[in-house]
């Protein structure tokens, strides 16, 4: 166990107690009903001594949780130097076991709940020492702390410290922008790590991919109350296109006379569909699915995964084929090629039109509101400065919150703030705190190095490049040597920047 590290966490414990202490006698003293200063607010100044300990503890939690990995991962080794080297397989699992009894009736929790704990001591002691200064710190939670965990399964220890680095290190060459891990809810942060890992994968996309297909399967397991769960294990764009008919048909069927909520009628549609068809006065609209693709792996002569919205990255081949099977939903969106961010669109007149409204769910990706995980197709295009105080609808001055927090926005002091062309609001609420909100991790596109069809790394070696209708596939330009460049499947493209 390295006592530095625990010194370090105990010191921090005591300024945070120090601090804890402080909240508490500012609410103590206020329902003692003492004098408060010339000008203050003693509800007010309740209210704030309250989130401010609420902070405090927060902290300690996270700390208390690191105190607790280091004092596992010692048992551990000091339980291995006092027994004997084993003298078979079965007699180091029956130690193994043993270790866990030990912990589990300790802590008084389970086996399985000492066991995994133990996991993760191991995992944050010996490899993600940047997880475990900031757990110790305070500067993230437990819940953090194990998703960084999951999220390092499986990868060897040069990627696994170069994802915990991405988040955890703002020295690091690719850094994230945006949040910091400990200022998103665990849930987004999750989300973001597995983007990340996607990514930048030692074993390519197209490949995982391509082992996870053959996986498929439609699962059936029974619960309580005469219930079940019905899953299917599918390609993510598949996935993506039955959500999104399921929740558009079920919007469709919502009025004042319909009792069931929006969960319910998304399942029956849903369930109807699988039953018997398209069924009878329920609505079939199209799937809607936005992709962004890099231009390069459109064209076949790079490996890197497009995005799709919602889910995260995905095959280029997978993005390739809803382009030639004519996917009536992509939208081409012209990047910034320093940063990866889509550039700004404008507009003066009040109403928000559908390619603006896309051009939001391309920044925003869901929800503004911190923690809010809906990404819904018809989230709310709304002006953060209103359009009657002189607010204008640019992409600047407009956020895509739900439902919830656009009731929220309206029936209370929560307020959207600080948005541009490629960075989502943040919110001030009613006690005057900033909450800054989740940004997208935009990375800039990856130049292939030989402008030929990829084959190597799992991409599809039976796709070609459209053809255009000037024949130019396949001749080099005037005064060009080497392989030819593939020709842009939209031609268009002048127009739309033009417009």
């Excluded at 995005?307 to 084929?321: E, F, K, N, V, W």
């Amino acid at each position: 166990m390295e006592s530095t590290a625990v010194a370090a966490t105990l010191e921090a414990m005591a300024a945070s107690f120090v601090a804890l202490a402080a909240c508490a006698g500012r609410v103590d003293g206020n329902a003692a009903g003492n004098v408060a200063p010339a000008g203050a607010d003693p509800l007010q100044d309740e209210a704030d001594a309250c989130l401010d300990g609420l902070a405090e503890v927060g902290g300690l939690e996270a700390m208390m949780a690191a105190l607790k990995v280091h004092f596992a991962a010692g048992y551990v080794h000091a339980a291995a130097a006092l027994a004997a080297p084993a003298g078979s397989p079965q007699e180091c699992t029956a130690r193994e076991m043993a270790v866990t009894a030990e912990v589990a009736c300790v802590l008084t929790v389970s086996e399985r709940s000492a066991a995994a704990l133990l996991a993760d001591s191991a995992t944050l002691t010996e490899g993600l020492p940047l997880t475990l200064a900031a757990l110790g710190a305070g500067t993230i939670s437990w819940q953090h702390a194990r998703v960084m965990c999951d999220e390092t399964s499986g990868l060897d220890p040069a990627a696994a410290a170069a994802l915990e680095a991405h988040f955890l290190d703002p020295a690091a060459p690719f850094a994230a922008r945006g949040c910091p891990a400990g200022e998103l809810v665990p849930g987004r942060f999750r989300a973001k790590a597995r983007s990340w890992r996607e990514r930048h994968h030692p074993v390519s996309i197209e490949a995982r991919h391509r082992k996870g297909a053959k996986e498929r399967r439609l699962e059936l397991v029974p619960d309580r109350d005469g219930m079940a769960w019905l899953s299917a294990y599918v390609a993510a764009d598949v996935a993506a296109g039955v959500w999104s008919r399921a929740t558009d048909a079920a919007r469709a069927l919502q009025g004042p006379a319909e009792a069931r909520t929006l969960t319910q009628l998304r399942a029956d549609v849903a369930t109807s569909w699988l039953l018997a068809g398209i069924a009878e006065g329920t609505p079939s609209p199209r799937a809607q699915v936005l992709v962004t693709v890099p231009v390069f792996s459109l064209l076949g002569v790079a490996t890197e995964p497009a995005t799709l919205d919602g889910y995260g990255p995905i095959p280029a081949s997978m993005a390739r084929r809803l382009v030639a099977d004519g996917a009536t939903s992509l939208m081409r969106v012209l990047t910034d090629p320093r940063s990866g961010a889509p550039l700004e669109i404008g507009r003066t007149s009040y109403p928000v039109p559908k390619a603006m409204r896309q051009w939001l769910r391309l920044r925003d990706g869901r929800c503004p509101f911190p923690g809010c995980n809906n990404h819904s197709l018809d989230n709310e295009a709304d002006h953060l400065l209103a359009w009657s105080d002189g607010g204008g609808t640019g992409i600047s001055n407009l956020g895509q919150p739900c439902r919830k927090h656009h009731r929220l926005k309206h029936s209370s002091r929560w307020k959207p703030v600080g948005a541009t062309k490629d960075q989502r609001p943040g919110w001030i609420s009613p006690s005057g705190r900033a909450y800054p909100s989740e940004q997208q991790d935009w990375e800039p596109p990856h130049w292939p190095d030989h402008p030929g069809i990829a084959g190597e790394d799992g991409e599809d070696p039976e796709w070609e490049p459209p053809t255009g209708p000037d024949g130019l596939a396949g001749a080099a330009g005037p005064g060009e040597t080497g392989p030819p460049l593939p020709v842009d499947p939209f031609p268009d493209w002048e127009l739309f920047i033009a417009a």
